[in-house]
Each structure stands twice: as structure tokens, then as C-alpha cells.
């Protein structure tokens, strides 16, 4: 085997897809502990856009003008890319551009806008994102409270399943092997690295990939890179055309909130409504368990918001719920490295911002491990490590008190309240 990778989600399977697509003699397995798309890559909110998880004033300020412009337009091809790769591949993933419309409902919130759209400005990508009225916003989509709100061009919203089962079938169609229901329970890097699993191990020639997101805290050996943190979805059943005419929403746009327990929405192609936002709690030792994607409680909470978003489906029905982890790197950067001495790659750490990331970070491992250098290779994600988390019990009483202030800041906002007093605090810790 010339290459072995870890994990059947986006990162894993579009480093697989531009190996083969370089080099289609190449031998290589992608090794998935379930099924392909099990994790967050076939069950997230549909977003494919150019945002980034760090805000791009975050990005000025850690690298400066350029280096964060060239950023963020590297994350405006990869949604190109992910549309041509489906066009290409005829993977029907419901790609569509509509734009993403981050809404302010709430005065504090104005501001926020503004100062987003003034840091496009600084990088010279201002042409991408317009301010809107409440009126102007109004014409696009009907939700209660709206003061405000930014549209941001460069985003497509996809269908998360259909998009990691089509990758899968290229890959497969290009000669790559996928195997299923087989976990890797190690690996060990040098100048032939390997991956152990249980029927036994895989040496590669030129590289193993550890492409494992928010599982990768489950190794041992990778515990502390990033922290398991849980997004929750509910979703309504279809609505009727009366119900459209009414919300309005015409171009699909991703829809989000300005809240610090980030509600993100999108209109399905078969015309449902799905909301998503904060999860369950972080739990002790970055445990993950199938049980935090259905909790209730948080469920319930969601569902209520929909409703208070769109008054008129207080009938409506929600006939799915679910939810999962999304890998949170300490400085909220992803990463892109390949240590060429151990043969070891790995890229990681979206936030919930992966679907268009990992395509670009898939694109950076494949440069990488075949030893090519474009200018992807300068991007500020590229060669670097995050620092590791902190040790339980600080990781755990650092991570439920901002989880804990995040919400009370917006249930304040919510409400009209003024902010709790130690809002300062986690909005200074909570900046990205
Ligand atoms: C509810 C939710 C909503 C989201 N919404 C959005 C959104 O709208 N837009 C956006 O950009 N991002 C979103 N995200 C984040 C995005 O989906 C992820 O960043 C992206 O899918 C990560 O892809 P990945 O391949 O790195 O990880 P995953 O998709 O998590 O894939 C990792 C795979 O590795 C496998 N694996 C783990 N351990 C092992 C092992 N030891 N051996 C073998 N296989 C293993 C897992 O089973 C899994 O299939 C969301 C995430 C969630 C959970």
C-alpha cells in the first residue's frame, strides 16, 4: 500500500480523491470505523461556504492583510471547487449558491454587522458581502425581531450525505479501496508507517493520514489536539407552498443568528426547514457517545426557536433530530501538516465550519505528501500544529463555563436583559 487513511468523512476521502486524481497508479485505502459519511460529513448543516472558523478580522489580526486575504480566497475556490467536483463527478449533491444572511435580531447585534463587513473591506474581498435593512432582509426572508442583517455572496448550501457518498464512489472509481467497519486502534509513524486495526496492520509506503476530526481525541496518542464538541439539528417536515410564500427565502440562502451558540439554518431542496445550533454539553474527558446527538433537552430548546423564528409553523411537525461532534482545535485554527520525516499527515479542527475547509485542506495534503509546493502550501494553514487542550479537570470547568455564559449572553439578548456580568470575560476568551 502506498497510502493509508483514517476516517470516511470529507478530509479523509477529498485527500484520497486529488491523490488519485495526481497519481491514478497509486495504491490506496481509505479505513472507516463505520460507514462512509458516518461522522459530521454526513449529517451537518449544508452549509459549503467561505467562511472560515476564525472571522476574518481574527485572521488580520494573528497574520496579517495578506496572508489573511489569501485565506479567504482559497475558501472561495474551494466552494467553487466543491461545485465543479460534483458537476465532474456527477455526484447530485443539491449544490446551489444562494449566499449565507447572518441576521442580526437583536440592537447589540447591529454592530457586530458592521464590524464584519468592514473587516471584508480591510481585505480587500468587500465586493463579496452587502449590509442589509430590516426592509431589504425582509424581502429575503421573514423572521421575527430582524434589524439587520449581511449577505455574503461566496456560499453554496449541499446535502451533507449525498456529497460524502458521491466523493466516495469517485474515489472508488479511480482505483481507491474503501473498507468499512474497520477501526484503527493505532498507528506509529517512520520510514515505513503503519495503522493497526484488528484484523491487522497496514504498512504505507508513502504516508498514513489521520483525517478523524473530533474522533481523533478517542486516540490516545492524539487526545488533546482537538475537543469534541457537540452541534445539535432538528428538522421539519416539508412545508406547504403557502408556508414559503409566507417566509419568503426564495434563493436558499444559509441563514445564521449573530448568537454566541450560533444558530444555523438552511432550506432543504425538498422544502423543509433545518436549525441548527448549540449542543449538548461538553462532557468529561472529550467523551463522545451516541446519546449527546439526541438530547432532548437541547432538541426541544431548538425546536422552540424555530418557532419563534417563524411564528406560522406553530402546527409543524419535526420529524427528524440529530446532531454531533465537530473537532475544536485551543487557538479554533485548522490545520494542515504532513511531518515528512514520520510519514504522518493529518488535517483537522473546522469547528463546524468543514464542509468547503476540508475540500481545501484535502487539496493541501494531496501537494503535500506528493511533494508538489503551490501557493497552497503558504496558506497560514498549512505546516502548523494547534496547542494541545488542557488536562481534565481544567478542560472541563473551563469548557462548561463558556458554554454556560455563551448561552446566558444570548438568552439575555433574547429577552431584552441586560448581559450578565461576566459577559466580558467569555467574550474575550470565546474571540475567534
Ligand atoms: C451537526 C453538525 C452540523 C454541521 N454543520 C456544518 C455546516 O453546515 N457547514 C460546515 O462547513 N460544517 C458543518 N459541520 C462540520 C463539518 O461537517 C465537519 O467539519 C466536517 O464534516 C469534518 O469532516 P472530517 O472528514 O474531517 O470528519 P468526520 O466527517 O467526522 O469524519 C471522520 C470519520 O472518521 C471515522 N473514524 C473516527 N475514528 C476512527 C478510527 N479510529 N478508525 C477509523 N475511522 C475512524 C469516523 O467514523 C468518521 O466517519 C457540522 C458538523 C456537525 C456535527
Not at 492583510?65 to 475556490?77: F, G, H, P, Q, V
Not at 449542543?279 to 437541547?298: L, N, W
Request: with cysteine.
Amino acid at each position: 500500500m502506498d497510502i493509508a487513511i483514517l476516517g470516511g468523512g470529507y478530509t479523509g476521502l477529498w485527500t484520497a480523491y486529488y491523490l488519485l486524481r495526481a497519481n491514478p497508479r497509486l495504491k490506496l485505502c481509505v479505513l472507516e470505523k463505520q460507514i462512509v459519511g458516518y461522522g459530521a460529513s454526513g449529517r451537518n448543516g449544508g452549509w459549503c461556504s467561505s467562511k472560515f472558523p476564525v472571522t476574518p478580522a481574527m485572521l488580520e489580526r494573528r497574520y496579517g492583510i495578506e496572508a489573511a486575504r489569501s485565506l479567504m480566497l482559497a475558501m472561495k475556490d474551494a466552494v467553487e471547487e466543491v461545485g465543479c467536483v460534483c458537476e465532474e463527478e456527477k455526484i447530485d449533491a443539491h449544490f446551489h449558491k444562494g449566499g449565507v444572511l447572518t441576521l442580526a435580531r437583536t440592537a447589540p447585534q447591529l454592530p457586530m454587522l458592521r464590524s464584519t463587513f468592514a473587516a471584508y473591506g480591510r481585505l480587500g474581498i468587500g465586493s463579496w458581502v452587502r449590509l442589509l435593512s430590516t426592509e431589504e432582509a425582509a424581502e429575503r426572508i421573514r423572521v421575527t425581531l430582524v434589524r439587520g442583517a449581511l449577505l455574503q455572496s461566496e456560499n453554496a448550501s449541499i446535502h451533507p450525505a449525498r456529497l460524502v457518498r458521491g466523493v466516495a464512489r469517485a474515489i472508488e472509481k479511480r482505483g481507491g479501496t474503501i473498507y468499512e467497519q474497520t477501526e484503527v486502534l493505532d498507528y506509529e509513524g517512520g520510514p515505513t508507517p503503519r495503522v493497526v486495526t484488528r484484523a491487522g496492520e497496514i504498512r504505507a509506503k508513502t504516508a498514513i493520514v489521520l483525517a478523524g476530526e473530533s474522533y481523533l481525541s478517542q486516540l490516545p496518542k492524539l487526545h488533546r489536539v482537538v475537543l469534541p464538541i457537540y452541534s445539535l439539528i432538528s428538522l421539519t417536515e416539508p412545508l406547504s407552498s403557502e408556508q414559503w410564500t409566507q417566509i419568503g427565502w426564495h434563493d436558499r440562502e444559509s441563514v445564521a443568528s449573530c448568537n454566541y451558540t450560533v444558530d444555523y439554518l438552511t432550506r432543504t431542496a425538498d422544502g423543509r426547514i433545518l436549525f441548527g445550533s448549540r449542543g449538548a454539553p461538553y462532557r468529561f474527558g472529550s467523551k463522545i457517545s451516541d446519546d449527546q446527538d439526541r438530547h432532548a433537552q437541547t432538541h426541544a430548546h431548538i425546536q422552540t426557536l424555530t418557532r419563534e423564528w417563524f411564528p406560522i409553523l406553530q402546527q409543524t411537525k419535526f420529524t427528524h433530530a440529530w446532531g454531533g461532534p465537530v473537532g475544536m482545535p485551543r487557538d479554533w485554527m485548522p490545520t494542515a501538516h504532513f511531518d515528512r520525516d514520520l510519514k504522518i499527515a493529518s488535517a483537522r479542527g473546522y469547528t463546524g465550519q468543514g464542509v468547503s475547509t476540508t475540500n481545501l485542506t484535502g487539496r493541501i495534503l494531496a501537494e503535500l505528501i506528493s511533494g508538489q509546493g503551490t501557493e497552497l502550501s503558504q496558506l497560514p494553514i498549512t505546516q502548523r500544529q494547534s496547542p494541545q487542550w488542557e488536562l481534565e479537570p481544567f478542560r472541563w470547568i473551563a469548557v462548561r463555563y463558556m458554554q454556560n455564559a455563551f448561552q446566558r449572553i444570548d438568552d439575555a439578548g433574547r429577552q431584552g436583559r441586560t448581559k450578565p456580568v461576566d459577559s466580558f470575560a467569555a467574550e474575550f476568551l470565546g474571540r475567534h
